[in-house]
């Protein structure tokens, strides 16, 4: 049992200003995604100067199959960690611990399934496929990804069982967890790639080895410091079907964010190979070019993606105490918070978009040339996807998983995809300076207005149905 002490550190989520929660919560949390979203970077640009483009296309080709990997650790971690903070809202610390322990447990089962499917080589040659690989890029994919399924296990404790941390009330102790794997990351990439010149196969360990001590340091937090309000219990690790069913209904929302970013990339890597043929640009280049744009792309969101992690306890708790008008000024709160950083990130990309290019080891003029309009056109509309990511993410926080798997998919699955299949058509005929290949990366600003747009109404309707909760709370408890 928790001291009292500790037990206020959640508690707090209900009595505090919103404002200084945020502050104090979302910090830690967006440094940490950034954290998270740069072991992709990493990889990027020390393969990219020691390998070339071929090392940016290998890593382009696997990005899809990384991302599932990240779309599972998500499914466990962020679904527990929603269902752990309702059930500390409603005082219930025995089943917010039932969560923490079957998050693990699910950890261990989906390692195992993914370790399997890395070892059976007609199912990875059939995900090489689908990730539209060429002969010369299939090798260098193939084991950088296998590698990576070995050590999921090392992703799935580093990523999803931090986010109880925070939601124990220590997002800056959540944020160290993840900074000292960035760091083991680097340092082993320098050393692996760099300096021992063990290339993709270098990249993929150095990824492990940051992962490795990013895991540890967040099972010590709930084995060895004392009075934590969770804690890991050995009766807990045994799956409950409840329990579970739950935590994958509340996590599905999550999973659907990067199932769809990763169905995405299938789908990008099929075209780019496709138009890539036909253009100068040749596909081994359209890989490495598109990869870099889709990889900032990625990393643009982590920071909003991690400012909506810091606010679903918040959310969570709040809603599950009836405490109507905190859930509506963490909400839009959270919404500015979001769209200051979508802004910065949209400044910046537009200003420096030579200078991001060149610093993933794109030396070529034209492909340079090609990479810096690439970005500025596909991240046009930036500014506006904070609130859509944090307006979906509120319905999984506050226990409504169905309207945030359907916005969820609206950005990624329901607009995106079919707009990458419908703009290499349609563009050429109403530009004609523009290719097939061109056309791709007009898609995503265009899927992110219907994106936008479709959130809005979503909210305008959340927002009448919490007024009348509220009055209904009223009535009941005069």
């Known amino acids: 049992m928790a001291s009292p002490a500790n037990a206020e550190r959640v508690t707090r989520m209900g009595t505090e200003p919103i404002g200084r929660l945020i502050a104090e919560f979302a910090v830690p949390s967006v440094v940490g995604m950034v954290v998270n979203g740069s072991y992709n970077l990493i990889d990027s640009i020390f393969l990219g100067h020691a390998v070339g483009e071929v090392g940016l296309s290998a890593v382009t080709v696997a990005n899809p199959i990384m991302i599932v990997f990240m779309a599972l650790a998500m499914l466990v971690g962020n679904g527990g960690n929603a269902l752990a903070a309702l059930r500390l809202g409603e005082g219930k610390q025995e089943q917010a611990e039932r969560a923490l322990g079957n998050v693990i447990a699910l950890s261990v089962i989906l390692w195992v399934v993914v370790a399997a499917a890395a070892a059976c080589p007609p199912l990875m040659e059939a995900l090489l496929s689908a990730s539209s690989a060429t002969d010369e890029v299939r090798p260098y994919a193939r084991t950088f990804i296998q590698i ?42 320098y050393w692996f790639v760099i300096v021992n010149g063990w290339g993709v196969a270098g990249s993929a360990f150095a990824t ?14 709930f084995l060895f410091v004392k009075d934590v309000p969770l804690r890991i219990h050995m009766r807990y690790l045994v799956p409950q079907g409840k329990t579970v069913g739950t935590i994958l209904a509340y996590g599905f929302p999550s999973f659907a964010v990067q199932a769809g ?27 490495a070019s598109i990869g870099v744009v889709n990889r900032i792309g990625m990393f643009s969101i982590m920071p909003l993606i991690g400012i909506s992690i810091a606010l679903q306890p918040l959310l969570g708790f709040n809603y599950g105490a009836r405490k109507i008008d905190r859930v509506r000024k963490t909400l839009w709160l959270g919404i500015a918070v979001a769209t200051v950083f979508s802004v910065l990130e949209w400044a910046t990309i537009m200003l420096f978009p030579q200078a991001i290019a060149e610093a993933f080891g794109i030396a070529d003029d034209a492909l340079v040339s090609f990479t810096t309009f690439a970005l500025r056109v596909q991240f046009a509309v930036l500014p506006f996807v904070g609130f859509q990511i944090i307006g979906a993410n509120y319905f999984q926080a506050t226990g409504q998983p169905a309207k945030s798997i359907f916005l969820t998919l609206t ?15 349609v563009l050429p005929v109403i530009a004609p300076q523009f290719d097939g290949l061109d056309a791709l990366y007009f898609a995503t600003p265009a899927a992110d207005f219907l994106a936008v747009f479709t959130v809005s109404i979503f909210i305008i309707w959340e927002m009448r149905r919490l007024r009348r909760l509220q009055n209904s709370d009223r009535f009941a408890h005069p």
């Not at 940051?210 to 937090?221: F, I, N, P, R």
């Not at 890539?276 to 596909?283: E, H, L, N, Q, R």
């Open 148 to 189: 990576l399924c070995f050590g999921f296990i090392l992703q799935s404790i580093g990523m999803g069982v931090n986010n109880f941390i925070r939601t124990c009330g220590s997002p800056n102790i959540a944020l160290g967890t993840m900074v000292i794997g960035l760091v083991a990351a680097t340092g082993f990439n």
């Open 208 to 221: 492990l080895a940051g992962q490795a001590c990013s895991a540890a340091a967040v099972l010590s937090y």
């Open 261 to 287: 970013l990763a169905v995405v990339n299938f789908v990008l890597n099929y075209q780019l190979v496709r138009y890539g043929a036909a253009s100068v640009i040749g596909t081994t280049d359209a890989l």
């Open 411 to 425: 950005r990624q699955i329901l607009f995106l995809v079919p707009l990458l299949f419908i703009m290499p058509h």
